[in-house]
């Protein structure tokens, strides 16, 4: 299990700059608890082990999916080499079940509870409606700057996808952002 071999791959270089940087985490997580345990010896009884230590259903199916992908790398690379790994053993670790209908989307009436909590000026109201205004991730609101604004617009490349977007900004949010001083945008 402690083999590094697939983050020096193919496939995992074709990987975004962040859904490597999240991969690369999982897996040293991984690597750290199953490390010194030997690959082939393992059963679905140690998935559902190493699923237990991660608090909630989304990232303990995470772990089972992570091991999975190792596996298939791995029964690849022997394949290559003429043996046989067997059975992959997440198959037997029952996937824990998620909540349905992910999370919850606010109501008109939460934003607007939001929006009074946190008045005019504040980082919270900014971000808020920077979000609501173009559907950012996280990821890239964090790098937006005054240069991703442009006659009325937010134009911004997504960075796990690297597709563009160009968003007219509304009025709640052209007003926000005038209430920034000039060589400050977030």
Avoid: C
């Avoid at 303990?60 to 190792?70: E, G, P, T, Y």
């Avoid at 790994?85 to 992910?102: D, Q, S, T, V």
């Avoid at 796990?160 to 001083?181: D, F, I, N």
């Amino acid at each position: 299990m402690g083999d590094p071999r697939y983050l020096g791959s193919d496939r995992f270089k074709g990987l975004s700059e962040s859904r490597g940087r999240t991969l690369r985490f999982a897996l040293d997580w991984l690597r750290e608890l199953a490390g010194p345990l030997p690959f082939a010896k393992f059963e679905g009884r140690h998935v559902v082990e190493l699923m237990k230590r991660k608090e909630g259903p989304s990232a303990a199916n995470a772990v089972r999916k992570n091991f999975s992908m190792l596996w298939r790398f791995a029964q690849n690379d022997v394949e290559g080499l003429g043996m046989k790994l067997g059975e992959n053993p997440a198959r037997h670790a029952p996937k824990r079940k998620e909540r349905p209908g992910g999370f919850h989307t606010w109501t008109g009436q939460e934003m607007t509870q939001f929006l009074n909590a946190h008045g005019p000026g504040t980082k919270a109201r900014l971000v808020f409606l920077l979000a609501l205004n173009t559907g950012m991730a996280r990821i890239d609101l964090v790098k937006l700057s005054r240069g991703n604004i442009r006659d009325g617009t937010i134009r911004y490349d997504r960075q796990k996808t690297g597709v563009g977007g160009v968003y007219p900004l509304s009025v709640l949010l052209m007003e926000e952002l005038a209430r920034l001083p000039s060589d400050q945008f977030m």
